[in-house]
DNA sequence: AAGTGTGAACCTCTTCACAGCA
DNA sequence: TGCTGTGAAGAGGTTCACACTT
C-alpha cells in the first residue's frame, strides 16, 4: 500500500475534531465542500484526502458522517491504545497535559518527568510524576512508545538520547533548539520562537 | 522581487539561533555543510536558501558569520521593532510570555489579555496585562502588529475577528480550534493535539 | 442537477550535479 | 582541491476538469 503523506495525516486530525463536533450536534451527512470549509481548505483536497485513506461517500448524500469518523479513528488509532511521555513539566508541559487529560482515550500521557524534586511523586493533570533518572525504567515498564519534549533547551539532546535508547520512535520537541535523532525515528519540532518570527515577517512584508 | 518562500523563512530562524550561538563562542566563519549539519538540513538546501536571501560566501571560508546572522536580521527584523499582542493567559499563554521576554530586542509582548480577574491589572513576566474588553483600545494604542491566541477553543474566534478588526495582519494560534480569517491575513495554528496525533500515527505505523 | 472519484496538469520545494573560483 | 552558486531534474503536494453516479 502507499504510504498517507503526512500533510494528510495531518488534516485527518482536523476533519477528525469537526466530525466529533457535527456529530455532537446531529448531523449524519456532509460534501466536500462543507468539510473543506469548516476546515479551512478547499473540496478537491478533501476528496483527495479521502480518496487516500480510502473513503468513499456518495453523489447524493455525500460522506455518511459516523462511518468516516470511523474510518479515521481505525486509521489513527492504536486499537490497544498509545502511552505518552513528558519530560519538562513547566508552563508548557502543563498546558499540554491539561489540554491532553481524558481527551482521547486511545491516547495517554502515562508520565510526566521532571528534576524538580517540588514535582516528583505528585499527580499533576491526573498524570504520575517522576524525576528524569527515571526515565528508561518507567518507560520500559509502561510501555510508552510516544515522547514529549519540554524542557529548557539545554537538557534537551540528552532527553531525546534517552528516549531512543528505550526504543520510542516519534518524539515532539518544544524546547527551542534543535534535536538529533538517527534515521527512523520521527521527531516534529515545533518552535514556539520560530512560528512567532514567522508571523512577525508576514506582518512586516504585509505592512 | 521574487517573494520568499516559507520554509526558508522558517530556517532562517533556525539558523539565526545556531549562528548567535556560533558567535558567542567566537567563531568566525562556517560551511554550508556545517550549517547544514547543525540545523538538522542538506548543504544544497542552506547553499539555495543563502541564495534567496541573497548572501554570499566564499569557496575559501564559506560564509562569514556575522555577515550572515547580519543579513539574516535585516531580513527578518522590522528596525522599528514589533509588538505583538496575547489573548489567554494560561499555562500556555504564561509559557510563551516567559520564554520571549527579552529575548528578541525587535520583538515584544507588548501587552497580554484574559477575561479572569486575578490577571488583570497585573504584571506576568514583564508585560502588563489587560480585560479582553480592551483588546481594540489597547492594540490601536500600542500599535500592536502581531496577535497571538492562547485561550481555549471556545472564544478563540471571537478574538481573532477583533484582532483582525484592530488591522492586525497575522496571528498565530494554539488554540485547538479552526479559525477563519479574511483573505491578506497570516494565519498559523500550532495545534498541540495534531502535532501529537501525528506523532502517535509515525509511532503506531513504524511499530 | 449537483455531487463524487480521479487522471493529469500544475505548482512548490528539495536535491543533484557540475561549472567556476580561490 | 574543496568549496560556492545555480540550472535542471526530481519529489511531493495541490488543484483542475471532467466522466461518472444518484
New binding site residues.
Partial sequence: MIPI????IE?MSRYRRVLNNLLEEGRKH??????ASLSS???????????IIG?????????EIKLLRNDINELMDDPEGQKIALTGIGYLGRAIMNYFMGRRPKLTIAAAFDIDPEKINRVISGCRCYHTDQLEEIIRKENITIGIITTPAAGAQKIVDTYVKTGIKAIVNWAPTILHVPEGVFLETRDITMSIEKAAFFAKTNK
Avoid: C, F, W
Fill in positions: 503523506p503526512e500533510k494528510t488534516r456532509i460534501y466536500s465542500h462543507e468539510l481548505g478547499t473540496p478537491a483536497q478533501v476528496r483527495r484526502d479521502l480518496m473513503h468513499s461517500g456518495s453523489p447524493r448524500n455525500g460522506y
